[in-house]
């Protein structure tokens, strides 16, 4: 739908509604040559999404675990962690509820994409965002998560071992670095065509005119810049 979109930027209005031989607009010619093309998509939109959405739910229902199993254990009269006031529980906390959030917004965005209508407009922004939000947040739940686990370790490991910070944290760093180089590049290339410059980004908008040319009893359209 791009290529379209960028064509009906530089034509005289009049030109979007004109028909061909075949009773057809520019718009039903492309939608028509385009439908296999708008099926893949399709489809691989809905095979990506969920599979994502099954690492996010996981994720959130694992963090929703956690911020009921407080490491460290808990004072028996108050209640309140024994950890509280040192900074690993602090991070804890705090990453936890930022991996939660992150991961059940990254489930409502894919959860749109499986119940989206998928019309043709819709893969200009709609999808395209949708899917961005999701794979952004999904990334930002899985760091979190991490460092959810990192401080967890420090937390029941700080008397025994207390070096273990540097170990967990390269580790923890990894498979969120993995996931970042997977992605970043279909990251990348989705925001680049949703909100880039378009394919046409190196010519003026300039609008054009259809000269009608004969040639052997067929009629053909000479294109003009004006």
């Not at 004072?75 to 006031?85: F, K, M």
């Not at 209508?117 to 893969?123: K, M, S």
């Not at 071992?161 to 990251?187: D, H, N």
Request: hydrophobic share 50%.
């Amino acid at each position: 739908m791009i290529h379209i979109q960028e064509v009906e930027r530089v034509v005289l209005p009049r030109f979007k509604e004109m028909k061909n031989r075949d009773n057809l607009t520019p718009g039903a010619l492309f939608s028509l040559h385009h439908k296999d093309l708008a099926d893949k998509g399709k489809k691989w939109m809905k095979d990506t999404t969920q599979a994502c959405m099954l690492v996010t739910t996981l994720i959130a229902t694992v963090m929703f675990a956690a911020a009921f199993t407080l490491p460290g254990g808990s004072d028996r009269n108050t209640g309140l962690p024994l950890t509280a006031s040192t900074t690993a529980f602090k991070i804890f906390i705090i990453s936890d509820a930022i991996s939660l959030f992150a991961a059940c917004t990254s489930v409502l965005m894919f959860f749109s994409l499986l119940t989206a209508r998928y019309a043709e407009r819709d893969f200009l922004t709609s999808l395209p965002m949708k899917l961005i939000l999701g794979l952004l947040t999904l990334f930002i739940s899985i760091a979190t998560m991490m460092a959810t686990f990192a401080a967890t370790l420090v937390i029941v490991l700080r008397q025994q071992a207390s070096w273990v910070f540097i170990p967990v944290s390269i580790l923890a760093a990894i498979p969120v670095v993995l996931f970042g180089l997977s992605q970043f590049p279909l990251f990348v290339d989705i925001v680049s065509s949703t909100y880039g410059r378009g394919i046409f980004r190196n010519r003026s908008k300039k609008a054009y005119l259809a000269k009608p040319v004969y040639s052997g009893g067929y009629g053909n359209v000479e294109v003009l810049e004006v």
